[in-house]
């Protein structure tokens, strides 16, 4: 039996949301390490592997080929869901790029999306693009996780198809799709230390706003706003 795949911890909680026995589509899969990987875990699982590239997709052949599970993976060049047939997989991955091209490649490909229960997403940026995709389109956010992994703070988004009316709703809706449901309550090491830093960032644009000649007001506006947001997410547990 071939080594087991090693994934990096960001892609092993990716696929810790795969249910078992799924058919289930990685998009930009690279090196198809994460099909891989859950195939040898789990015996009844079977995937996709989609890439949009030649390069790419001649690696995770070979490593599906080497880890001999051509019969379970199915390796397909193509942009986005165009790899998919309608109606196909029960869940969909897309890990390792920035959120507005997550939203994107989901929208593009929505027509292929009719038995798709849940998506996995690990946004590198811009995880509100996401969530607002997921409000948008009857997805409702089932579970989220964030780490850091060399030097980063990643966050693992998962969505199950239909409504709920526990989260992402209400008056704080903004500041759901901004912090994440699940996370902004739950306030970990990893979530404090992404936002003190994004604090400290959106601080910094507003001073450099403020020196231009004719400042964009309404720029310095939003980002004050989020600014004000931040601070209270940060503290307001301290308030009790």
Request: charged content about 30%.
């Amino acid at each position: 039996m071939r080594s087991i795949v090693k994934l990096s911890n960001r892609l092993k909680i990716a696929a810790s949301y795969i249910k078992d026995g799924a058919l289930f589509a990685d998009i930009g899969s690279d090196h198809a390490y994460l099909p891989c990987y859950v195939c040898q875990q789990d015996t009844e699982a079977k995937a996709i592997a989609g890439e949009v590239s030649e390069g790419p997709y001649n690696s995770a052949v070979a490593s599906v080929s080497y880890h001999n599970l051509a019969e379970r993976i199915d390796v397909r060049l193509g942009d986005g869901l165009e790899v998919l047939k309608n109606n196909e997989a029960d869940h969909l991955v897309i890990a390792g790029m920035g959120g507005t091209l997550i939203a994107s490649i989901l929208e593009n490909g929505k027509e292929k999306l009719g038995r798709t229960n849940r998506i996995i997403t690990q946004p590198n940026v811009d995880e509100r693009s996401v969530r607002k995709w997921f409000l948008a389109n009857n997805y409702h956010i089932a579970h989220e996780a964030i780490l850091e992994e060399n030097g980063h703070v990643y966050e693992v988004i998962v969505a199950d198809k239909g409504e709920d009316t526990n989260n992402m709703m209400g008056d704080g809706l903004e500041k759901q799709l901004l912090f994440g449901p699940f996370l902004m309550n739950t306030k970990s090491a990893f979530f404090r230390q992404k936002w003190e830093k994004q604090m400290e960032k959106r601080s910094r644009v507003i001073s450099q706003l403020r020196k231009a000649k004719i400042p964009d007001q309404e720029k310095m506006e939003k980002i004050s706003t989020e600014i004000k947001w931040i601070e209270e997410v940060l503290h307001d547990d301290k308030k009790q």
